[in-house]
């Protein structure tokens, strides 16, 4: 009878501490954000500009990306000689894709504005949860040679994305 109790014992000691040990989502963004630079010094980011040049099936392409922290997300592409713009601000977005038949500006379908209003953030896990954003930690995976947290980032139209936070 005293192996039971010993071994119930240990059992349920070995669950504690497994569970004491289990981190959160939150958790892992919070470490993430301090690991990059902490909350306060990202906040004072307003604007990115990123640019990028790539061959694409033997053609060269650009690509300029700029964005307005929280207020507008915009891309022009460039790929043999037609130039692609696409737009998103809070209240939907627009493109320009000479490729797809037309130069004039047309809107983005709502649901495709909805999922991509996540770029409009330079740090997008930064005051996610007063946008009312929602994580989901769904586990680990090897990523790049390393391990990482799988995170569902949730937006509140429901749209959501996936994201790896390097484990170490």
């Avoid at 690991?35 to 980011?45: E, F």
């Avoid at 964005?67 to 592409?77: A, D, F, H, P, Q």
């Avoid at 627009?94 to 409009?120: F, T």
Wanted: hydrophobic share 40%; charged share 20%.
């Amino acid at each position: 009878m005293k192996k039971i109790i010993c071994f119930v014992s240990l059992a349920f000691i070995s669950a504690f501490s497994v569970q004491s040990k289990a981190q959160s989502a939150e958790e892992i963004v919070n470490k993430h954000l301090e690991a990059i630079g902490g909350k306060q010094k990202l906040a004072t980011i307003t604007s990115v500009k990123m640019e990028n040049a790539m061959e694409v099936m033997g053609n060269s392409a650009t690509t300029i990306i700029t964005i307005l922290n929280g207020k507008g997300y915009k891309t022009e592409s460039e790929i043999m000689g037609s130039k692609m713009v696409q737009v998103i601000n809070e209240k939907g977005g627009w493109m320009i894709n000479p490729m797809g038949g037309s130069s004039d500006p047309v809107d983005l379908p709502e649901a495709a504005a909805k999922q991509a209003s996540g770029q409009l953030y330079i740090i997008p896990l930064l005051d996610y949860a007063t946008r009312g954003v929602k994580l989901t930690l769904e586990g680990k995976e090897t990523v790049g040679g390393g391990e990482a947290f799988k995170v569902k980032v949730t937006n509140k139209d429901g749209a959501d994305v996936t994201m790896y936070i390097d484990a170490s």
